[in-house]
């Protein structure tokens, strides 16, 4: 008597834990949708910007074109305004760490760190550096972290 009402209890609770477990899947994330977002820096993350006002301080700005393509925009206020957009970079995943590249060469990185937040409160976040020259008299540098 036993064997069957075990079998049969064990029966429904694979049943359970099979519907439970197809209803609660996370789809997979593509690489451009974990990386988009507005990034900005401080005075804490580059002492660059240390005499900067707020208002001054470059921010970057990734948009999604497909699942492992993306746009850089980025907008500087200070010494004076430039908007520099890089199109086409392609992010690669090697384990924890996203890498951007262009024309296959890399111009940067996408990772969780900690860093210091524009009020000083340490924190982890995903951070973004990026290092490209742009022309012969242009390039861009920057580390952020996701706003």
Request: aromatic content about 8%.
């Amino acid at each position: 008597m036993r064997t069957p009402l075990l079998s049969t209890a064990a029966l429904c609770l694979a049943g359970l834990l099979t519907s439970c477990q197809q209803g609660a899947d996370i789809e997979p994330q593509s690489l451009s949708q974990a990386v988009a977002g507005t990034y900005k820096t401080n005075a804490f993350v580059n002492p660059l910007f240390v005499a900067l006002h707020t208002d001054q301080i470059p921010h970057l700005v990734v948009k999604p074109e497909t699942d492992s393509t993306v746009t850089l925009i980025y907008n500087q206020f200070s010494p004076s305004k430039v908007t520099q957009q890089l199109t086409q970079v392609v992010l690669q995943r090697q384990g924890e760490t996203i890498f951007l590249k262009q024309n296959g060469k890399p111009i940067g990185s996408w990772q969780w760190d900690r860093v210091f937040t524009s009020n000083g409160v340490e924190t982890q976040t995903n951070v973004l550096q990026l290092a490209k020259q742009v022309s012969q008299d242009s390039s861009v540098s920057f580390t952020g972290y996701r706003e």
